[in-house]
């Protein structure tokens, strides 16, 4: 069912320091900076040769992120895309399998304007993963 790496999210405490490195010390592709208030989130999207790097600053007081960096303050590794064909009949799939989806369990519109949703980390190996329809 699923399908290439899409991206892997780090949150960082610094947004424009993390951009700057990767730009820099890594000399990767650095995108913009996109604020994304559905999900409570600033990214920038690194593009690599084989898959994406999205980095992720809070955006409002609600944001999911300011709980993860104030258990991480220097930043980690947030959450793992996977693509997928069809995201509702990956969902029920999943959902089958006991697997929990976050929220509402409807896929919201994600980064690059295509569905997506979020699975437990509890329920894959402590690892969150965002699943994207393309
Ligand atoms: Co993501």
Do not use: W
């Not at 900076?33 to 007081?61: A, C, M, R, S």
């Not at 992120?65 to 996977?82: D, E, Q, R, T, V």
């Not at 929990?100 to 304007?113: D, N, Q």
Request: charged share 20%; hydrophobic share 40%; glycine share 10%.
């Amino acid at each position: 069912m699923i399908g290439r790496l899409n991206h892997v999210a780090i949150a960082v405490p610094d947004l424009e320091a993390a951009a700057d490195q990767y730009r820099n010390a890594l000399g990767a592709k650095v995108g913009p900076p996109q604020d994304e208030p559905d999900h409570g989130v600033t990214v920038i999207f690194i593009e690599l040769p084989n898959t994406k790097i999205e980095l992720l600053y809070p955006l409002g007081e609600n944001s999911p992120i300011n709980g993860f960096l104030a258990k991480n303050p220097s930043g980690g590794m947030h959450h793992i895309c996977y693509e997928v064909d069809d995201i509702a009949a990956a969902r029920d799939q999943l959902v089958e399998t006991g697997a929990r989806v976050l929220g509402t369990g409807e896929p919201k519109i994600g980064a690059h304007g295509k569905p997506v949703l979020f699975l437990h980390p509890k329920d894959f190996n402590g690892c969150l993963i965002e699943l994207e329809e393309v």
